[in-house]
């Protein structure tokens, strides 16, 4: 048996969760498939975010000839920095939740 003991001040969404109670509640079989399926979508998410970067990566290391104006150049690192930041909080937060989700004996 597994339990969930994220708690919502660590999260900073406390004010979202008022009146939600303390006492533990078992997951149905539905609740838990649904709640599977959605990390599969973010999966599958990741998945199609690293073909993109590969992509990128590819067309950027490759031999052609590749121009740019310095403001397109200032754009692609700005999002690239806000990428990088996105995934940064991202895995801090699945570490979080990964470390909430404990096995009970």
């Not at 909080?89 to 939740?97: E, G, R, Y």
Request: hydrophobic fraction near 40%; aromatic fraction near 6%; charged fraction near 30%.
């Amino acid at each position: 048996m597994y339990e969930i003991i994220a708690n919502p001040e660590d999260y900073q969404i406390d004010h979202l969760i008022t009146g939600t109670g303390n006492a533990n509640i078992e997951l149905t079989q539905e609740e838990r498939e649904t709640w599977a399926g959605e990390i599969v979508n973010f999966s599958e998410r990741l998945t199609e975010f690293a073909k993109k970067a590969n992509e990128m990566a590819r067309i950027l290391s490759s031999k052609d000839k590749i121009s740019a104006t310095p403001a397109s150049l200032k754009t692609l690192k700005i999002q690239l920095f806000m990428i990088n930041d996105s995934l940064n909080s991202a895995l801090k937060i699945a570490d979080k939740l990964e470390t909430d989700i404990i096995k009970k004996a």
